[in-house]
């Protein structure tokens, strides 16, 4: 029902931050959560932090919580993830998927993907 595109990955120092863009389409948008996702070699897929598009609540994955930050724009159709003081450990292919219900971690629960796009972080 949804479809969904990530931008804004590259190459970052330790420390630098970058601000990744998903752009959803579809017929709506009202009752979904919006996740963020990454996943580096040789690891599991990792939740990262979502937000409903209705009342704009947000959660995060405890170890994220303090440097990374998610928010969304309705109407420019996107969801941001802000990512600060970056580390090494940080690098990963990073998804944007797309639930039906709030408050879940797993990605069992997410039913739509983005393509994914790459973060790599330089000591």
């Known amino acids: 029902q949804v479809q969904l595109v990530e931008s804004g990955g590259g190459l970052v120092q330790a420390g630098g931050s970058l601000r990744l863009s998903c752009v959803v389409s579809?017929?709506?948008?009202?009752?979904?959560?919006m996740g963020w996702f990454r996943q580096a070699p040789g690891k599991e897929r990792e939740f990262v932090a979502a937000?409903?598009?209705?009342?704009?609540?947000?959660y995060y994955a405890n170890s994220m919580k303090g440097r990374f930050t998610i928010s969304r724009d309705n109407a420019k159709n996107t969801v941001y993830l802000r990512m600060n003081s970056l580390k090494p450990e940080d690098t990963a292919v990073y998804y944007c998927?797309?639930?039906?219900?709030?408050?879940?971690?797993?990605?069992?629960?997410?039913?739509?993907w983005g393509q994914g796009t790459q973060v790599t972080v330089s000591s």
């Open positions: 579809g017929r709506t948008l009202r009752g979904y959560v």
């Open positions: 937000i409903s598009w209705s009342g704009g609540g947000s």
């Open positions: 998927a797309a639930s039906t219900m709030y408050g879940k971690t797993s990605h069992e629960h997410f039913g739509s």
